[in-house]
């Protein structure tokens, strides 16, 4: 499938002819069914009245897409907010554009859709991230360009997965944010982990503090014992240097330290925390392989 934009609205799954209401069909709601790859979980209720609100006055401006299943069965690809907002306003018919698309398909547009209007939290996201590779065998590298997002956009949002559920419930409902979310990645201890996201939720800490503290909390590293020096020691390294860090830390998602040394010479750490890990940080730097 070729590369596509998120841009607003359906333009970026539907063709013009599509667009221009050629292929438009009013089809009964009762005879919709959802998607059962819709990746959102949660719908706004608040969000769906004003929808099915603005519904009632002025009707329903942008159809829904259906795959026609029998002769009167369909089921949803996208469009299942409106779908929601339409039922809550008593209509009983929906304009609606047939496809036949595979399951992947289906998922892939549900996806997009959502991304397109930011409506997607970051958990669901990535919960359909990981359906796309383990279902359909696809790599972060060709997850990235059916979404149109970048590969570190993708992996980041990946290790989002590997929080506790309450704190994955957390990022899904609002409470806090994905940003703290990958700053209590940082923090391998359980206890201090929950305990840091207990200051979050109650203090409200921004995700810069929450990074802060959760770099406070790390085990601290071993002390290199003194011996004969075979290699020129630590300098003070310019001002640019630490833009780097914070760059390559932000496209690699995980903490980079570049250390310089006497000299102009220097050394770039990059830190890991398991093996799945190491994985994603190397299909960053070489996902062609070595």
């Not at 595979?102 to 990981?130: F, G, T, V, W």
């Not at 050394?267 to 190491?278: A, G, K, N, P, Q």
């Amino acid at each position: 499938m070729a590369r596509r934009g998120l841009g607003k609205g359906l333009g970026a799954l539907l063709s013009q002819g599509e667009l221009e209401g050629n292929l438009v069909q009013e089809i009964p709601i009762e005879q919709i069914r959802p998607n059962p790859y819709q990746p959102r979980r949660v719908f706004d209720e608040d969000s769906l009245r004003e929808l099915a609100d603005s519904i009632r006055q002025v009707g329903l401006l942008q159809p829904v897409i259906v795959r026609k299943d029998g002769a009167e069965e369909y089921t949803l690809i996208a469009g299942e907010r409106r779908l929601r907002a339409a039922q809550m306003a008593g209509l009983e018919r929906i304009p609606a554009i047939v496809r036949t698309p595979s399951e992947q398909q289906m998922l892939e547009m549900a996806l997009i859709e959502n991304l397109q209007r930011e409506d997607i939290n970051p958990i669901d996201a990535a919960l359909a991230y990981k359906h796309l590779m383990e279902e359909f065998g696809l790599t972060q590298e060709q997850v990235a360009m059916r979404v149109g997002k970048s590969v570190p956009a993708i992996s980041n949002t990946l290790r989002l997965l590997q929080l506790p559920d309450y704190i994955q419930e957390s990022i899904r409902n609002g409470l806090i944010s994905e940003g703290h979310g990958r700053a209590l990645l940082m923090v391998r201890d359980p206890v201090q982990q929950r305990q840091l996201w207990q200051q979050i939720t109650a203090d409200g800490l921004s995700v810069r503090a929450t990074e802060l503290r959760a770099r406070e909390l790390r085990s601290p590293e071993q002390p290199i014992h003194p011996g004969p020096r075979t290699h020129p020691l630590p300098s003070t390294p310019p001002p640019e240097l630490k833009a780097l860090e914070h760059n390559l830390s932000a496209y690699l998602g995980t903490k980079v330290k570049v250390v310089y040394m006497e000299g102009g010479a220097g050394r770039i750490v990059i830190e890991f925390y398991s093996e799945e890990e190491l994985g994603r940080i190397l299909e960053i730097i070489a996902p062609n392989g070595f």
